[in-house]
């Protein structure tokens, strides 16, 4: 439990940059959808996506080659430290599709287009992901259980999931906003 602790704090230490981004690319949004500013949209969509992608990227890359460090900033449990490390690969393995899910909500919800927030999050987390976790944790029907591994892997196959919905959902709904603007 403390190492999954630690690793989870980790995570949403990370989360807050994306999540930040996601609110602000919502605002923004919302902003030139109302003001049917199809090219500003456009120039804000490159901008968020590139700032929010580099420092996710740059994030992963640190929270990889320090995670023992990190660790070791909350504990000096060796045992605690050996398996949080491992946690620490995964967690920085689901960054991009965690930032990409939150901001694909945000840039939704700025379009005014969020019920497939809702239906996403159902159908990803508690019709996959929640199954697939039990699965990998507790069975070997799979693979060999995993122990705690195997919920961040089904953590990851759910946010992969989520953001390839709700990417797929923003470029139809993006379309459709702009539709009389080119």
Do not use: E, K
Not at 84 to 112: E, F, K, N
């Amino acid at each position: 439990m403390s190492a999954q602790q630690v690793a989870i704090n980790v995570s949403g230490i990370i989360f807050m940059l994306p999540l930040s981004l996601g609110i602000a690319g919502s605002i923004r949004a919302a902003y030139h959808v109302g003001a049917r500013r199809r090219v500003a949209f456009d120039a804000m969509l490159r901008t968020l996506l590139l700032v929010a992608y580099a420092l996710v990227s740059l994030f992963m890359l640190l929270t990889i080659l320090f995670r023992r460090d990190i660790v070791g900033l909350y504990t000096d449990s060796a045992q605690i430290i050996d398996l949080a490390s491992v946690l620490l690969i995964y967690c920085a393995v689901y960054q991009i599709p965690d930032a990409t899910q939150v901001l694909m909500s945000g840039l939704l919800r700025g379009c005014h287009d969020t019920a497939i927030i809702t239906w996403s999050n159902i159908s990803s987390y508690l019709i996959v992901g929640l199954p697939l976790a039990y699965t990998l944790i507790r069975t070997d029907w799979i693979v060999p259980a995993m122990g705690a591994p195997g919920a961040w892997v089904s953590f990851i196959v759910a946010l992969s999931l989520t953001a390839v919905i709700l990417s797929l959902r923003f470029i139809r709904t993006h379309r459709r906003v702009f539709a009389d603007h080119n």
